[in-house]
């Protein structure tokens, strides 16, 4: 699993990449921080090469967004393959997010 922070003057995207499973999400929780200090602004969570979340990586984009809510920033995810759709669907996270093609 890679994750990729890019950082702009507004806001910031962050790139998934690989399989968001319970051991990459206790390592992207050890860089949180670097992203939670741009949820003032505008966060897109690019899930274009996201294969598969657990239940530890969509507590880590409840964590963006709840982080966001309290700054007064935004949070949308782009790019969810149908099989994370899915997974969004059954938990009540499309009801969360702006969904993004």
């Excluded at 962050?14 to 741009?38: H, M, N, P, W, Y």
């Excluded at 897109?44 to 809510?69: M, Q």
């Excluded at 393959?81 to 993004?100: A, C, H, K, W």
């Amino acid at each position: 699993m890679e994750m990729n922070l890019i950082k702009a003057a507004d806001g910031a995207t962050v790139v998934f990449d690989g399989r968001l499973d319970t051991v990459a999400a206790q390592e992207i929780a050890k860089d949180l921080d670097s992203i939670l200090e741009c949820a003032s602004g505008p966060i897109v969570l690019d899930c274009r090469k996201l294969t598969y979340v657990s239940s530890s990586g969509l507590r880590i984009f409840l964590t963006i967004r709840k982080a966001a809510a309290e700054k007064g920033g935004s949070v949308s995810v782009r790019g969810i393959s149908n099989d994370i759709r899915n997974v969004f669907m059954m938990t009540g996270f499309l009801n969360l997010f702006n969904i993004e093609d």
